[in-house]
């Protein structure tokens, strides 16, 4: 009869492949991890200047959008008509209160 000789690990190697088998896909994790940090990153910084981007078109749409109201405004004021230049109504100016001697209380005037 053949014996066929079974190949006994000690305890040293096998411990090396059981931290292997650990550490692989440890360095792994973190190796993605560290990658996917840095893609986040770019896209932040490119989010940046698309978001700058933005703002300036709209600014560039504000100051249109303010030119063509006051072309707006400008036609509807020229369809109005001047109005003549009125003095203004001198202030009203109340009367003196009435006095203890006077036998009937008057009504103030109305300011017009």
Same mark, same amino acid.
Request: hydrophobic share 45%; charged share 25%; proline share 12%.
């Given at each position: 009869?053949?014996?066929?000789?079974?190949?006994?690990?000690?305890?040293?190697?096998?411990?090396?492949?059981?931290?292997?088998?650990?550490?692989?896909?440890?360095?792994?994790?973190?190796?993605?991890?560290?990658?996917?940090?840095?893609?986040?990153?770019?896209?932040?910084?490119?989010?940046?200047?698309?978001?700058?981007?933005?703002?300036?078109?709209?600014?560039?749409?504000?100051?249109?959008?303010?030119?063509?109201?006051? &072309?707006?405004?400008?036609? !509807? +004021? /020229?369809?109005? $008509?001047?109005?003549?230049?009125? @003095? %203004?109504?001198?202030?009203?100016?109340? &009367?003196?209160?009435?006095? !203890? +001697? /006077?036998?009937? $209380?008057?009504?103030?005037?109305? @300011? %017009?």
């Amino acid at each position: 009869m053949v014996k066929f000789q079974v190949r006994r690990w000690s305890e040293r190697p096998r411990m090396l492949v059981f931290m292997l088998g650990v550490m692989l896909p440890a360095a792994a994790l973190i190796a993605v991890g560290v990658w996917h940090l840095r893609t986040i990153q770019r896209e932040k910084s490119i989010e940046a200047v698309i978001q700058r981007e933005y703002q300036q078109v709209l600014a560039i749409a504000e100051k249109r959008i303010d030119a063509r109201a006051y &072309e707006i405004a400008e036609e !509807a +004021s /020229s369809k109005f $008509p001047i109005p003549c230049r009125q @003095p %203004a109504p001198a202030p009203w100016k109340p &009367e003196p209160p009435i006095s !203890a +001697s /006077s036998p009937l $209380p008057r009504m103030p005037k109305s @300011p %017009a």
